[in-house]
């Protein structure tokens, strides 16, 4: 299994003589440092990403990981630098945990193994004895402290993964497991490991599959994909709505949605891309509201295999809009997810400073309108400037509060509008209510991969 979370693959280095000394402050014999930080995460003084904790030790995400699932296991009680510093009954226990992590690993990330990696003195580089857990893919292979840097929005999910594994390995926390009854991890789900890394394991039977066909919402024909999932159905399904026009259509998220065990429907709205009728803002809802209602229909579940009683709804931009209208409308709807969505209303009111309209016109509207038909630059502008309060993704936060609801917001786009969003649907009551910021373009250019597992991990925890 290879999660492909980094674009190099860093190769070990042969075993070679050092080149600079042994740094001063990790040779064996000198006194403990209390300001070294794996002290301070003790203290609380710094806050790592963590797994696990009890009364005696910390496990917690390495920033710099190996590989994805890098885990670290400290003492709190001790004050040991190294293993020939550490009392016996402390170190029992610690290697104790290591192998439950090491256990999780197997079964919450889908590793085809783990190492688990001690140093003293000669490359160790916080002199605070701690053990690695690094989980092992196979054809993945990085070395420990050749990582790339991560954000705790990314660190955050694996560490969940890793913590539900370990409870439920143990059903009660951890108690001590003989050596000899260390049982074979169950398969675990699909993870956004795999379903990034991974293809599928398929037989003859029932192989994934790239369906495309029409269904019709008041009175044209729309063009839609559907990448069903292997394996025998029913299975859940994603409904992803692109943007406006329509040029990024996020077809690498949809193809990762269906590697984690999820069909995905995708479609043209009326009057764009070849779909039948003439493009509206107001005609882009409906089309929403009757793609649901398709993947409802017979003729989804015997053709597709669709679950009618598991479908999400996602949407990127202005499908962002048409997914929150979408599950407003639709009560059996598992949840939402708007990706640095759009929100239409806002826009229009902005309209009242002509250089903001002058601004989206010349900069957005104008080189977006040749896949489209039936409309012009000023019909769309007039339906902007004068959009009702249903095109109003503020407004529409409450409606689907109640129900899981994650937002994904880019920094260099409409990351406002997301906070904004998240904090109107909380306070609205919504208690699934997830808000995830991402340093990017709106077009998530450099975040592709954080995208994906973000949304993955997001759909394999719904009901």
């Given at each position: 299994?290879?999660?492909?979370?980094?674009?190099?693959?860093?190769?070990?280095?042969?075993?070679?003589?050092?080149?600079?000394?042994?740094?001063?402050?990790?040779?064996?014999?000198?006194?403990?440092?209390?300001?070294?930080?794996?002290?301070?995460?003790?203290?609380?003084?710094?806050?790592?990403?963590?797994?696990?904790?009890?009364?005696?030790?910390?496990?917690?995400?390495?920033?710099?990981?190996?590989?994805?699932?890098?885990?670290?296991?400290?003492?709190?009680?001790?004050?040991?630098r190294n293993v020939l510093e550490m009392p016996d009954t402390v170190l029992i226990h610690l290697l104790h945990v290591a192998r439950q992590v090491g256990r999780a690993e197997i079964a919450g990330l889908g590793a085809?193994?783990?190492?688990?990696?001690?140093?003293?003195?000669?490359?160790?580089?916080?002199?605070?004895?701690?053990?690695?857990?690094?989980?092992?893919?196979?054809?993945?292979?990085?070395?420990?402290?050749?990582?790339?840097?991560?954000?705790?929005a990314v660190l955050a999910p694996i560490a969940a993964r890793i913590h539900d594994a370990m409870m439920a390995d143990s059903g009660k926390g951890m108690p001590a497991k003989p050596a000899d009854d260390v049982a074979a991890p169950a398969t675990p789900p699909p993870t956004w490991q795999n379903a990034i890394g991974i293809d599928p394991k398929t037989g003859d039977a029932n192989p994934p599959a790239m369906n495309a066909f029409q269904f019709a919402s008041h009175g044209s024909m729309l063009n839609a994909v559907l990448y069903s999932a292997a394996g025998p159905g029913p299975h859940?399904?994603?409904?992803?709505?692109?943007?406006?026009?329509?040029?990024?259509?996020?077809?690498?998220?949809?193809?990762?949605?269906?590697?984690?065990?999820?069909?995905?429907?995708?479609?043209?709205y009326r009057g764009s891309w070849g779909s039948q009728g003439s493009f509206s803002y107001a005609h882009v809802?409906?089309?929403?509201?009757?793609?649901?209602?398709?993947?409802?229909?017979?003729?989804?579940?015997?053709?597709?295999?669709?679950?009618?009683?598991?479908?999400?709804v996602a949407g990127h931009s202005m499908g962002g809009m048409t997914a929150a209208y979408t599950v407003a409308r639709d009560s059996a709807a598992l949840g939402t997810v708007l990706i640095d969505a759009w929100d239409i209303a806002a826009e229009g009111?902005?309209?009242?400073?002509?250089?903001?309209?002058?601004?989206?016109?010349?900069?957005?509207?104008?080189?977006?309108?040749?896949?489209?038909?039936?409309?012009?630059?000023?019909?769309?502008?007039?339906?902007i400037e004068h959009a009702p309060p249903a095109l109003d993704?503020?407004?529409?936060?409450?409606?689907?509060?109640?129900?899981?609801?994650?937002?994904?917001?880019?920094?260099?786009?409409?990351?406002?509008?997301?906070?904004?969003?998240?904090?109107?649907?909380?306070k609205a009551g919504g208690q699934k209510v997830t808000l995830v910021t991402m340093p990017t373009d709106h077009s998530f250019s450099d975040r592709r991969?954080?995208?994906?597992?973000?949304?993955?991990?997001?759909?394999?925890a719904l009901p």
């Open positions: 299994m290879i999660p492909l979370v980094a674009p190099l693959i860093a190769l070990c280095e042969p075993l070679s003589p050092p080149r600079v000394a042994t740094p001063d402050a990790v040779v064996l014999g000198k006194p403990y440092d209390p300001a070294n930080p794996f002290a301070k995460m003790v203290r609380g003084e710094e806050k790592p990403t963590i797994i696990y904790e009890d009364k005696t030790v910390l496990v917690f995400l390495d920033h710099k990981p190996a590989s994805p699932g890098h885990a670290l296991v400290i003492s709190k009680v001790s004050k040991a085809d193994g783990f190492t688990i990696e001690q140093n003293n003195a000669y490359s160790q580089s916080v002199p605070h004895l701690h053990v690695h857990v690094i989980p092992r893919f196979l054809g993945y292979n990085r070395c420990v402290g050749n990582g790339l840097m991560e954000p705790d859940p399904t994603l409904l992803l709505f692109h943007g406006f026009p329509g040029n990024e259509q996020n077809l690498d998220l949809a193809q990762a949605v269906r590697r984690a065990g999820w069909n995905v429907m995708t479609l043209h809802m409906e089309d929403g509201v009757a793609a649901i209602e398709y993947l409802r229909s017979p003729e989804a579940r015997a053709k597709y295999g669709v679950d009618p009683r598991r479908i999400a009111r902005s309209f009242t400073d002509p250089a903001a309209k002058k601004g989206f016109v010349e900069g957005e509207l104008r080189g977006d309108l040749p896949p489209l038909s039936g409309t012009s630059e000023s019909a769309l502008i007039s339906e993704l503020i407004a529409t936060a409450p409606a689907i509060a109640p129900r899981p609801l994650l937002v994904i917001g880019a920094d260099k786009a409409l990351g406002p509008t997301a906070k904004a969003v998240a904090a109107a649907a909380q991969i954080q995208l994906e597992m973000t949304i993955i991990d997001w759909l394999n």
